[in-house]
């Protein structure tokens, strides 16, 4: 049958094979849903060296089994082998200290990986990170560049917003025509903070 074939490929190590059994076996299609053949057959494409195969097998630990420390270590091997969502879900483990000791320099290191790589939630969470001095030195500029590079992927007000405020809050004179050019953005996309911000601009400009 389709699916012995598919076992025999994997048991000869085709780790292709391995992914599709677990995709099949995990969503019902084909075969009967079973989660527990889908994490059997994602771990062996785990062992094999499938990246994407240990960051799923890794969260389908975390959500079956609550075994946080078990779904670190997959989540930090696919991680290490360069899979963005990986790096930014252990960014998140070492930021919670689930499974693993709370690391806030490794969390913004990871963070920073993933976001670097295009993952929309870990760029938002760096430009915190370098706002607030967590995991690694307060940066202006670095914050502000992230925060913009956020909301060209989300159309997200609140980051212009909190770009906005950085320069106001740092003093940052030369980007002030950038700073009310943002306000104005925010406010005009209805970001009711960023409406009183503006007032206060203007207000004070008088």
Do not use: C
């Amino acid at each position: 049958s389709y699916i012995n074939g598919l076992k025999a490929m994997g048991e000869r190590g085709v780790v292709e094979a391995n992914l599709l059994l677990a995709l099949l076996f995990y969503q019902g299609q084909v075969v009967d849903q079973n989660i527990s053949l889908a994490m059997q057959f994602y771990r062996q494409a785990a062992v094999q060296g499938s990246q994407a195969a240990q960051y799923r097998y890794a969260r389908l630990i975390q959500s079956t089994q609550k075994d946080n420390s078990e779904a670190a270590k997959w989540f930090l091997i696919a991680a290490n082998g360069g899979h963005a969502e990986a790096q930014w879900a252990i960014s998140q483990v070492y930021h919670t200290g689930e499974g693993v000791a709370r690391d806030e320099v490794a969390a913004f290191n990871w963070g920073l990986a993933a976001a670097k790589q295009g993952v929309i939630p870990a760029r938002l969470a760096v430009a915190f990170y370098y706002r607030d001095g967590v995991g690694v030195k307060v940066d202006i500029a670095e914050s502000y560049k992230w925060f913009l590079q956020y909301f060209e992927q989300t159309e997200d007000a609140s980051a212009i917003y909190h770009a906005a405020k950085l320069n106001i809050d740092h003093q940052r004179l030369s980007e002030m025509t950038a700073t009310i050019g943002l306000l104005e953005k925010a406010a005009g996309m209805g970001y009711a903070p960023a409406k009183f911000q503006l007032g206060l601009v203007y207000r004070d400009a008088i």
